[in-house]
């Protein structure tokens, strides 16, 4: 079992070195992750300036580890491509520090890198623990977590898809299978003035969550105490409107 982790928060993140402990347990790790933060970088990829990898010493005999310059998504392509010997039998990107539910799988680095997983035909899985704390407590989950992990090792995953896995900060109840919740972001940027020339905008946000009691949206069952893992797919074809876009044919 070759198993490849990356992450969005950088290789010297407790979240990343949590869990490869834990994959450590089914295989061989190798963790190719960014050399510091890159959150909020979706899937985009390096293409104006070359990456650079270091490996980075390691006091586990089953992992090895790099650090790349670029993404997260660039982590899972160099992996694959010139990094690795074979094709890993999984991809994990985590444990973010932070929630990836609802509308953030859309800018999420952790899902990003996952989703690129799945690109290539490998079963992925993006774990976050809700909790941007750098010393943010994993033990709560981590059980939970490595089920789902040995679950997914031992089960086929549908083709074309990868796990978005979020995780409440503290208790756990138990984990449920849920969509995505409706949410959007608001008040996106602050304004600060500049001492010379332009004003500086800053990206802030408050998280609205449109749902109001439904369990079976991930941002309601994880304030409700639950592990959620939603099915992603990156087919974002919008089938109920291609009867819509008939109109446009000509």
């Known amino acids: 079992?070759?198993?490849?982790?990356?992450?969005?928060?950088?290789?010297?993140?407790?979240?990343?070195?949590?869990?490869?402990?834990?994959?450590?347990?089914?295989?061989?790790?190798?963790?190719?992750?960014?050399?510091?933060?890159?959150?909020?970088?979706?899937?985009?990829?390096?293409?104006?300036v070359p990456v650079s990898v270091k490996p980075v010493p390691s006091d586990n005999e089953n992992i090895t580890q790099y650090a790349v310059s670029g993404t997260p998504a660039d982590c899972v392509k160099l992996a694959i491509s010139q990094l690795l010997d074979e094709k890993p039998n999984?991809?994990?990107?985590?444990?973010?520090?932070?929630?990836?539910?609802?509308?953030?799988?859309?800018y999420s680095g952790t899902i990003g890198a996952a989703i690129e997983g799945a690109l290539h035909g490998i079963p992925s899985?993006?774990?976050?623990?809700?909790?941007?704390?750098?010393?943010?407590?994993?033990?709560?989950?981590?059980?939970?977590?490595?089920?789902?992990?040995?679950?997914?090792?031992?089960?086929?995953?549908p083709k074309d898809i990868c796990l978005n896995v979020n995780a409440p900060k503290g208790e756990v109840k138990g984990i449920r299978a849920c969509r995505q919740a409706e949410g959007r972001w608001a008040n996106d940027f602050g304004k600060t003035p500049a001492p010379r020339a332009n004003d500086y905008y800053w990206l802030i946000g408050d998280f609205m969550f449109l749902n109001d009691n439904d369990m079976n949206a991930d941002q309601c069952a994880i304030e409700n105490g639950y592990i959620t893992v939603v099915p992603l797919q990156f087919d974002m074809t919008a089938y109920k409107a291609i009867e819509y876009c008939k109109q446009y044919e000509a």
Request: glycine residues 8%.
């Open 1 to 48: 079992m070759l198993i490849l982790i990356t992450n969005d928060d950088g290789i010297q993140a407790k979240g990343i070195q949590t869990i490869a402990r834990v994959a450590a347990k089914y295989g061989q790790v190798v963790v190719v992750a960014p050399n510091g933060p890159r959150s909020a970088q979706s899937s985009a990829l390096t293409i104006e």
């Open 90 to 106: 999984l991809v994990i990107s985590g444990i973010n520090h932070g929630s990836n539910a609802s509308i953030n799988v859309i």
């Open 125 to 157: 899985i993006g774990f976050s623990l809700c909790d941007h704390d750098a010393d943010a407590d994993f033990e709560p989950s981590l059980p939970y977590f490595e089920q789902i992990i040995a679950k997914t090792i031992n089960s086929e995953m």
